[in-house]
């Protein structure tokens, strides 16, 4: 089975920083898994490395992953668009109702029809789609944390 992998942010910062999340993401390339994220996901990690110490390790350690693994790069659409709209008007979970960064990336993974969904975020990993998306045709990526992918894929 070879289906795309949406990386959220965070594994952006956790496989650069921590050499054994790197090799799950390896594993998953070795065995032909696509890897993905979107623009906004490209805007938020160069926006939060922007004032950190580390932030030329962080370039270096994102551009290694980008040269190592190709990772499709998504971009907006029509469809994501939708998504993304109706992720936020009809989003029923307390735990996301601020989370607008959060919940366009999971609008992107969504519209692009990406079947899994990589993150660290705990809320996210236990995040439900809204009914009225079900109802238009969009489904639920399966919410994954590493531990889970090193079970499941590897």
């Known amino acids: 089975m070879n289906?795309?992998?949406?990386l959220d942010t965070c594994i952006l910062f956790s496989t650069i920083e921590k050499s054994q999340d790197r090799q799950i993401l390896q594993h998953l390339h070795?065995?032909?898994?696509?890897?993905?994220?979107?623009?906004?996901v490209l805007g938020e990690f160069t926006s939060e490395i922007n004032f950190l110490t580390n932030r030329e390790k962080l370039m270096r350690g994102f551009f290694e992953i980008v040269d190592t693994f190709d990772p499709i790069v998504m971009v907006p659409?029509?469809?994501?668009?939708?998504?993304?709209?109706?992720l936020c008007k009809f989003?029923?979970?307390?735990?996301?109702k601020s989370q607008y960064t959060d919940l366009v990336h999971?609008?992107?993974?969504?519209a692009y029809?990406?079947?899994v969904f990589l993150t660290t975020d705990k809320h996210l990993t236990h995040y439900r789609i809204p009914q009225k998306m079900i109802e238009?045709?969009?489904?639920?990526?399966?919410?994954?944390?590493?531990?889970?992918?090193?079970?499941?894929?590897?």
Do not use: H, W
């Open 91 to 96: 989003n029923e979970d307390a735990r996301m």
């Open 136 to 154: 238009k045709g969009y489904k639920q990526p399966r919410m994954m944390d590493l531990s889970a992918v090193k079970r499941e894929f590897l």
């Open 3 to 6: 289906s795309t992998v949406f």
């Open 30 to 40: 070795n065995l032909n898994y696509p890897l993905s994220l979107s623009l906004p």
């Open 106 to 110: 999971l609008g992107y993974s969504i």
């Open 77 to 86: 659409n029509s469809r994501v668009s939708y998504a993304c709209y109706l």
């Open 113 to 115: 029809e990406v079947p």
